[in-house]
């Protein structure tokens, strides 16, 4: 079946380091990727996705390419910020007619000043 | 505001007392779902909806119950909790028709159950 591999966390980093979460996935056929942001007391709420092999998913200086021939879908931004502290989920959506979306264990990023 | 509604978000309660936690969506999505998040296993998905009157099982349906009556409404019931269902639960919903290839879920705010 399908699965999504993540780094495991906590990562801790100053403020204005560089960000990379790694993730790889498996999946038969070609499933949509996603990373999905968990704020602190809060739901999940989607980050950026992407639908095909090499299409870059961005959203709020965060970027993740999604590479086919490496399954992965690697998270990174430039410059963290103490506000973008939360907990990171990268996950599959199959594409056949059933829409599960396969969610990796997250990885909690802390951010100081 | 589009959103996913869920009740209660917090609740504590003891082995084998009937539950049901709430949750509605105001998006008209057809797709409806339930997760529970532990500590390192990430969300695992309990059981799904594609429309009205259709449901199936996910990765960890036993001991739960979910209908679909109603588009917007997709209640989990517990019948008889027990303390290894104390977790986050969360509701999902999506417009995204299936095979679409881009299903975006729109999640609740959480209800943090515990069985004591």
């Not at chain 2, 779902?33 to 259709?54: F, H, K």
């Not at chain 2, 008889?80 to 299903?103: H, K, M």
Request: aromatic share 12%.
């Amino acid at each position: 079946g399908d699965s999504v591999t993540q780094m495991e966390g906590p990562v801790t980093l100053s403020e204005e380091a560089f960000l990379t979460i790694n993730c790889t996935y498996t999946a038969t056929g070609y499933p949509s990727l996603f990373w999905y942001v968990q704020y602190p007391g809060e739901g999940l709420q989607l980050l950026l996705k992407a639908t095909k092999a090499d299409d870059k998913g961005s959203n709020k200086g965060f970027e993740a390419t999604y590479r086919k021939e490496t399954t992965s879908f690697h998270l990174e931004k430039g410059s963290v910020q103490v506000s973008d502290s939360a907990v990171y989920f990268c996950a599959l959506s199959d594409s056949g007619g059933y829409q599960k979306v396969t969610f990796g264990t997250g990885t909690k990023l802390q951010v100081i000043p | 505001e589009a959103q996913v509604t869920q009740n209660p978000r917090y609740l504590i309660t003891v082995t084998g007392k009937k539950l049901t936690v709430t949750c509605s969506q105001n998006m008209n999505h057809e797709y409806m779902s339930w997760y529970r998040q532990d500590p390192g296993l990430g969300l695992r998905q309990i059981y799904y909806s594609m429309n009205v009157e259709v449901t199936d099982k996910g990765d960890v349906p036993e001991g739960y119950k979910v209908s679909r009556k109603e588009k917007r409404n997709f209640p989990l019931i517990l019948e008889s909790p027990s303390p290894n269902q104390t977790s986050l639960y969360f509701c999902a919903s999506s417009w995204d028709r299936a095979g679409s290839g881009a299903n975006v879920l729109t999640f609740g705010a959480g209800s943090r159950l515990t069985v004591l």
